[in-house]
C-alpha cells in the first residue's frame, strides 16, 4: 500500500459545527504532516508529526486541533471555523521528519467549505 | 515572508516545445524536491536534489540545483499535453526540518 487515505473528499460545514479530517497511512511513515492549500497558491505547513508526538506547529489557531492515535493514523479537529478557513486540506507522510531522499506522499485532500 | 520564490508564475506553451521553471531562496538550501500537481489533484513527489550541482533526469525532465544551492530548475523537453499542471518546488533550510514550498509555476500545454 503506497498511498494516503483521506476522508472525507468533501465537506461542508457551518461556522458552530465540529467536524473531523481523517488520514491513514500503511506505508509505514513515522513523519505525518497536515498542509493547508488555498486556490492557486501552494501548500502551507500547518503541523508536523514525528513518532506520534507534535513536532511542529506552524502557529495555527487552536480552532484547528491535530491528534495522531497511533503511527498510521492522523486526525485534525476542526471547530468554530471562519469562511477563509475553505480550502484544500492534505495530509501528508515521509519515512522520517527527516528526508530520506522518497518525498512526501500526499493525500487526496479534503476540500473544505465553511460557511 | 516568502522563503521560496518561483518563476514563472505561468507559462502557456505549444506541444512539443520546451519549458523551465526556476526556483530562487535567498538562504542557502539543505535539498530541495519538485513536485507536480495535477489540475484538481494533490501534489506527486518527482525528485530530490541534495548536492551542490547536482543534475538529475527522468525521460523529458532535467533537474539542477546551483553550485550555491540556492537555486534550482526544472526543464521539460518537447512538452505533451500530459505535462500539464502546476509545478512546485520545496525547499529545506539547513536546521529546519520542514520544507518551504515555491509558489508554483502553472504549466498549459497547447496540443
Known amino acids: 500500500d503506497t498511498e494516503v487515505t483521506q476522508t472525507p473528499k468533501h465537506l461542508v460545514m457551518g461556522m458552530t459545527n465540529k467536524k473531523s479530517l481523517k488520514c491513514e497511512q500503511h506505508?509505514?511513515?513515522?513523519?505525518m504532516y497536515w498542509y493547508k492549500q488555498k486556490a492557486k497558491k501552494p501548500p502551507e505547513l500547518m503541523f508536523v508529526?514525528?513518532?506520534?508526538?507534535?513536532?511542529i506547529n506552524e502557529s495555527v489557531p487552536s480552532r484547528f486541533s491535530p491528534e495522531c492515535p497511533n503511527s498510521s493514523l492522523l486526525n485534525l479537529h476542526l471547530h468554530a471555523l471562519q469562511p477563509e478557513d475553505s480550502a484544500l486540506y492534505l495530509c501528508?507522510?515521509?519515512?522520517?521528519?527527516?528526508?530520506?531522499?522518497?518525498?512526501?506522499?500526499f493525500g487526496s485532500g479534503t476540500r473544505l467549505t465553511v460557511v | 515572508g516568502q522563503q521560496v520564490m518561483q518563476i514563472p508564475q505561468y507559462q502557456h506553451v505549444q506541444e512539443g516545445e520546451d519549458f523551465t521553471t526556476y526556483c530562487n531562496s535567498s538562504?542557502?538550501?539543505?535539498?530541495i524536491q519538485w513536485y507536480k500537481q495535477r489540475p484538481g489533484g494533490h501534489p506527486v513527489f518527482l525528485i530530490q536534489?541534495?548536492?551542490?550541482?547536482e543534475v538529475k533526469k527522468q525521460k523529458r525532465l532535467t533537474f539542477q540545483f546551483g553550485e550555491a544551492k540556492k537555486n534550482s530548475s526544472l526543464h521539460i523537453t518537447a512538452t505533451q499535453t500530459t505535462d500539464v499542471g502546476t509545478y512546485f518546488c520545496?525547499?529545506?533550510?539547513?536546521?529546519?526540518?520542514?520544507?518551504?514550498f515555491g509558489s508554483g509555476t502553472k504549466l498549459n500545454v497547447k496540443p
Open positions: 506505508m509505514g511513515h513515522r513523519a
Open positions: 538562504t542557502t538550501l539543505s535539498n
Open positions: 536534489l541534495v548536492k551542490s550541482g
Open positions: 520545496a525547499g529545506k533550510k539547513y536546521n529546519f526540518n520542514k520544507f518551504y
Open positions: 501528508a507522510s515521509s519515512q522520517e521528519e527527516r528526508t530520506t531522499g522518497i518525498g512526501y506522499t
Open positions: 508529526y514525528s513518532y506520534e508526538k507534535l513536532s
